[in-house]
T-cell receptor, first 115, second 113 residues
Framework: DAGVTQSPTHLIKTRGQHVTLRCSPISGHKSVSWYQQVLGQGPQFIFQ???????GRGNFPDRFSARQFPNYSSELNVNALLLGDSALYLC??????????????FGPGTRLTVT | QKEVEQNSGPLSVPEGAIASLNCTYSDRGSQSFFWYRQYSGKSPELIMSIYSNGDKEDGRFTAQLNKASQYVSLLIRDSQPSDSATYLC?????????????FGSGTQLTVLP
């Protein structure tokens, strides 16, 4: 089975621009979470979506938004990019809670560089 | 106080030795615990999950959880150079709908041939 996929792999943007990152979860997984990882730190939670609804939001500004589509894929949007948004953006998918397991599996990530 | 703290490292062990990685967490409501391995330039890979007090073994890996002490550890037996990576501890507070993982900063492990 294919794992979590993300696109693009790398991205270079200029301050003030907008970016859209995409994620497709593992087949059968309905929950998608987004994380930001800056160099030398652990990932930080941004959003979780389940059944197209936002189920959790981390401590990130309103410039960050996301959505989930009927096929459970997801987009993360970041507006008015700042230099500090340069990071590895990770998408993770997981089975529904009622399956009794809570493991999250990460995709390869999108490396965003803001200049 | 950080929510999840790990040995700052880096940690070096000789090949064949046991590597011991430690993690403490501050939220007593945390109920699920995970260890991820992250190679340089790659994304985190789940290697262990543990939900109950005690030990859980999977091959060369053993996770240990002590909720009373708010402590979780990972032992890697017969360490190999291929185990050289950053190990991330993550915890999840169940309840509600959020699958929010809170990560430590990671411990960098080097296994010397």
């Amino acid at each position: 089975d294919a794992g979590v996929t993300q696109s693009p792999t790398h991205l270079i943007k200029t301050r003030g621009q907008h970016v859209t990152l995409r994620c497709s979860p593992i087949s059968g997984h309905k929950s998608v979470s987004w994380y930001q990882q800056v160099l030398g730190q652990g990932p930080q939670f941004i959003f979780q979506y389940y059944e197209k609804e936002e189920r959790g939001r981390g401590n990130f500004p309103d410039r960050f938004s996301a959505r989930q589509f009927p096929n459970y894929s997801s987009e993360l949007n970041v507006n008015a990019l700042l230099l500090g948004d340069s990071a590895l953006y990770l998408c993770a998918s997981s089975l529904p809670r009622d399956r009794g397991t809570y493991e999250q599996y990460f995709g390869p990530g999108t490396r965003l560089t803001v200049t | 106080q950080k929510e999840v703290e790990q040995n700052s490292g880096p940690l070096s062990v000789p090949e064949g030795a046991i590597a011991s990685l430690n993690c403490t967490y501050s939220d007593r409501g945390s109920q699920s615990f995970f260890w991820y391995r992250q190679y340089s330039g790659k994304s985190p890979e789940l290697i262990m999950s543990i939900y109950s007090n005690g030990d859980k073994e999977d091959g060369r890996f053993t996770a240990q959880l002590n909720k009373a002490s708010q402590y979780v550890s990972l032992l890697i037996r017969d360490s190999q150079p291929s185990d050289s990576a950053t190990y991330l501890c993550a915890v999840n507070r169940l309840g509600g709908s959020a699958r929010q993982l809170t990560f430590g900063s990671g411990t960098q492990l080097t296994v010397l041939p």
